[in-house]
């Protein structure tokens, strides 16, 4: 079946703008997280979605992050004001149980 | 003190080579333990998963952990060309989102 998709793949923007990243969970898959995955810095937790239930938001590394999940479905992780250190590649993983996460194949932002 | 750490190699071996991927953790109560694998570009994906202690068998790939000294291997047997990639250590936390290591890089040479 179709497994966690992520758009756009490649995002080049200006600092200081806004972008929009996007996840499309494995359907039924309740659970939803991004995670950030800079160079030499492993992966990053930033915000887990489950269910109807409020999101954990622990890791989001500023107020300029944010996220939501529409219809237990599709997810949108917001960052305003990009900066440089923004950089990296966003992944998402959906899953049924939290040991086993599949992740999407990510996007990769570049602040310039 | 860092969750997972993990040495990031890289590590290279000739093909047929049994590999060892290590990573220690700092947290007693953890409780799950995952290994994934990413090619270059790509997502990580799910190779296994093992709960406590004791050893899990899948094909080529045994994941072992060792609660009394916290720490987690992943032995590749027979390793191919195409085992080529970056492996991630990871835990569960009790909140339910994963603590990674930083990846061993491991090309298999032919």
């Known amino acids: 079946g179709a497994g966690v998709s992520q758009s756009p793949s490649n995002k080049v923007t200006e600092k200081g703008k806004d972008v929009e990243l996007r996840c499309d969970p494995i359907?039924?898959?309740?659970?939803l997280y991004w995670y950030r995955q800079s160079l030499g810095q492993g992966l990053e937790f930033l915000i887990y979605?489950?269910?109807?239930?409020?999101?954990?938001k622990s890791g989001l590394p500023s107020d300029r992050f944010s996220a939501e999940r529409t219809g237990g479905s599709v997810s949108t992780l917001t960052i305003q004001r990009t900066q440089q250190e923004d950089s990296a590649v966003y992944l998402c993983?959906?899953?049924?149980?939290?040991?086993?996460?599949?992740f999407g194949p990510g996007t990769r932002l570049t602040v310039t | 003190q860092k969750e997972v750490e993990q040495d990031p190699g890289p590590l290279s071996v000739p093909e047929g080579a049994i590999v060892s991927l290590n990573c220690t953790y700092s947290?007693?109560?953890?409780?799950?333990f995952m290994w994934y694998r990413q090619y270059s570009r790509k997502g990580p994906e799910l190779l296994m998963y093992?709960?406590?202690?004791g050893n899990k068998e899948d094909g080529r790939f045994t994941a072992q952990v060792d609660k009394s000294s916290k720490y987690i291997s992943l032995f590749i047997r027979d390793s191919q060309p195409s085992d080529s990639a970056t492996y991630l250590c990871?835990?569960?936390?009790?909140?339910?989102?994963?603590?990674f290591g930083t990846g061993t890089r491991l090309t298999v040479i032919p």
């Open positions: 993983a959906s899953s049924w149980s939290p040991y086993e996460q599949y």
């Open positions: 947290n007693s109560a953890f409780q799950y």
């Open positions: 093992t709960y406590s202690s």
């Open positions: 990871a835990t569960l936390t009790g909140a339910n989102n994963l603590f």
């Open positions: 359907s039924g898959h309740t659970a």
């Open positions: 979605f489950q269910g109807n239930s409020a999101p954990d």
